[in-house]
Structure formats: structure tokens, C-alpha cells
């Protein structure tokens, strides 16, 4: 097994650049490594947090008494067959998608703003503009300090930013089904995408993407915060966007405590408000859950 990292800091691994030292983080390079990880976790009784590119997660300032697990190596790589993309899930979407626009391949676009990885979207069953992973997933190679199974996207349980699985389930590898496409329409395709982007979320800040999960009906968290005047407003190095009321910015020094401040007066004053009770779509780690709306 590669030798562990101690205390590295979880704002090192997270894009919103927030959070204290991991107790021990794990680079397994292959899947007699990540075994090997997993097994050493469980000799030790500690838990285990597999971290993407770390781009919904929002860590503790205390940092994280567990073993922080990112898949890289083999873990990481991408290759096709067919129509078939095969990822490691720690093989990030850019690389999956510039892969599958060089084979000819389409149906990936959707993920060109999503800067993660293929473990983080199958757990988070990420999406935009009205495509998602369970769209294109065939199966994902689900790994424990047991053993490993392949698993459907039904025995994966994806539904809105939701996934069944559970902590210390690692997702190793996974197979997308796309489907023929030139390059230059993926290519296109993608253009316009990240335009309308940039027109309208932060994408050249430090977020961890949507704070809050759409609630039901036509309206949008963004919106809702909007509505509320919240847009620009701070505490501590931590600010609602200015550009897009769903996005909380460290706009320099923030604290994951700044951000979880802010998190709770949004959910304060759209329930005021609106009587709207919103659900966080961020991942905690070593964060005890919001305070209740009262
Ligand atoms: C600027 C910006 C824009 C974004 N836009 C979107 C968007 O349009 N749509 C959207 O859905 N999301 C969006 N996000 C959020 C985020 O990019 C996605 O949720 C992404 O899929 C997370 O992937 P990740 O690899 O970074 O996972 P992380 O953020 O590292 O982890 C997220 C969760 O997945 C788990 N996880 C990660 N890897 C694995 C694995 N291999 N096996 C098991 N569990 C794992 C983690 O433990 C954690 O619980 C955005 C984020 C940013 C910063």
C-alpha cells in the first residue's frame, strides 16, 4: 500500500479552499491499493471520506478524524471501447469528456461545467441541463474493505443529487454508454454550454457549486435567495455570488464556520420568506447537520 499523508488539510482538497487537516489521506494507485486502504481503516476503526476533486464538500475547520481516500493511478485512468467510456472514479470529467469527443462519442456534454470526478457524480448523480448520470451510467464498480461488486444505476439508487450509497463504499470505476457523435458538434455543443455558464454562476471563484438543492416547483433556490436580498451579502470571508444567490464565494480567508453561517441564514429568511425550506445539496464532512428551522 503507498504510505499515508498525515494532517494534510481538507482546504487543499476542496474547491471552496475551506477546512482543517485530514487525519490521514490515502492516494491508492489501484485496486489491490484501495483494498489495502480500506482494510487499514477498518483495522483502526476509523471512517472513511472519499473526496473527488472536492468540489461539493464542505469540511470541518477542526479538520476530519477519518481516513481521507482520492483515487488516482489506474484509479483514475479512462479508456473506450465501442461506445462504451470506461472511467476510474477518480478520473475527472474533463478527461472523460475530451476522451469521449476524441472518440466520437457523445451524450457526456452536459458534464463540460461540472468540475469533478466519476465517482463524485455517480455519488452525487450530478447534472445539467437536464441530463444527469444516471442518463449514461451503465453500472459502477462499488468497493468495500470486503470486497466489490458492479452495481446499476437502480441498485445505486440515483435520483436528484441523491445517491444509496453509503459511507466507506467506494466507487472504483464506472462504464458510460454514449452514443456517435462528430467532435465538432461535441465540440460546439460544448462552447455554447460553458458560455451560458459564465453569463450566469461564478465560475472563476472559490465555491463548492450549489449550496442548496432546488426545492419542488418552478422556482430555484438561486431565485428564492435572490428574492431575499441576499445576493452580495458576507459574513467573515464568505459571501453569497453576486452573480448567482445558489453559489457562496471565499472571497478570501473564508472559513467553512463563514460558510455555514451564511447557509443558515439563507435557509432563515427563505423560510421566512417564502415559507420555503431548503435542503442542502453541499456534503458535509465532520460537520454536524444545519441547525433546525424553527
Ligand atoms: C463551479 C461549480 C459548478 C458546479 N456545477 C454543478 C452542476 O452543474 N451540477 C452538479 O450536479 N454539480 C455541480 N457542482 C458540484 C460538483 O461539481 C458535483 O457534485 C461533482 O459531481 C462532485 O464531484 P467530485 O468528484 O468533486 O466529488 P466531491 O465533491 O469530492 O465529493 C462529493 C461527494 O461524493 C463522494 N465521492 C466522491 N468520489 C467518490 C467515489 N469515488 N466513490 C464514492 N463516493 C465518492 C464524496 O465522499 C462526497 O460525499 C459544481 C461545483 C462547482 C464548484
Known amino acids: 500500500m503507498t504510505a499515508l499523508d498525515r494532517d494534510v488539510p481538507l482546504a487543499r482538497l476542496t474547491t471552496i479552499g475551506t477546512g482543517g487537516p ?35 464538500v464542505l469540511a470541518s475547520d477542526e479538520g476530519l ?20 467510456l470506461e472511467a476510474g472514479g477518480g478520473a475527472t470529467n474533463a478527461v472523460c469528456l475530451h476522451r469521449a469527443r476524441g472518440a466520437g462519442l457523445g451524450g457526456f456534454e452536459f ?21 444527469d448520470w444516471s442518463e449514461v451510467l451503465v453500472r459502477a464498480l462499488v468497493v468495500t474493505a470486503d ?3 458492479w452495481r446499476s444505476p437502480e441498485a445505486l439508487g440515483l435520483e436528484y443529487r ?33 458560455a451560458r455558464r459564465k453569463d450566469t454562476q461564478p465560475t472563476n471563484k472559490r465555491t463548492f457549486g450549489s449550496v442548496f438543492k ?3 416547483g418552478d422556482v430555484g ?19 453569497i455570488s453576486p452573480k448567482h444567490a445558489n453559489f457562496i464565494e471565499n472571497a478570501g480567508g473564508a472559513t467553512t464556520e ?5 447557509m443558515t441564514e439563507a435557509r432563515r429568511r427563505a423560510r421566512e420568506e417564502f415559507g420555503v425550506e431548503l435542503q442542502r445539496e453541499v456534503v458535509f464532512a465532520g460537520i454536524p447537520e444545519l441547525p433546525a428551522l424553527t
Do not use: W
Open 22 to 56: 485530514a487525519r490521514a489521506l490515502a492516494r491508492p494507485q489501484s485496486l489491490p491499493e484501495l483494498v489495502a486502504a480500506l482494510r487499514l481503516a477498518r483495522e483502526e476503526a476509523l471512517g472513511v471520506f472519499v473526496v473527488g476533486l472536492g468540489s461539493n
Open 221 to 239: 433556490a438561486g431565485q428564492i435567495l435572490e428574492l431575499c436580498g441576499l445576493k452580495g451579502h458576507g459574513i467573515g470571508g464568505a459571501m
Open 162 to 194: 441523491h445517491s444509496a450509497l453509503a459511507s466507506g463504499e467506494v466507487v472504483a470505476r464506472v462504464e458510460y454508454r454514449l452514443v456517435p457523435r462528430s467532435p465538432d458538434e461535441i465540440k460546439a455543443t460544448v462552447a455554447d454550454l460553458v
Open 214 to 216: 432546488n426545492p419542488p
Open 258 to 262: 463563514d460558510c455555514l453561517a451564511l
Open 65 to 84: 478524524d477519518a481516513l481521507v481516500v482520492r483515487l488516482e493511478g489506474e484509479l483514475a485512468s479512462v479508456s473506450v471501447a465501442e461506445d462504451v
Open 111 to 131: 458534464a463540460c461545467a461540472i468540475p469533478g470526478t466519476a465517482g463524485g457524480g455517480a455519488f452525487m448523480n450530478a447534472g445539467a441541463y437536464g441530463s
Open 147 to 149: 470486497g466489490e461488486e
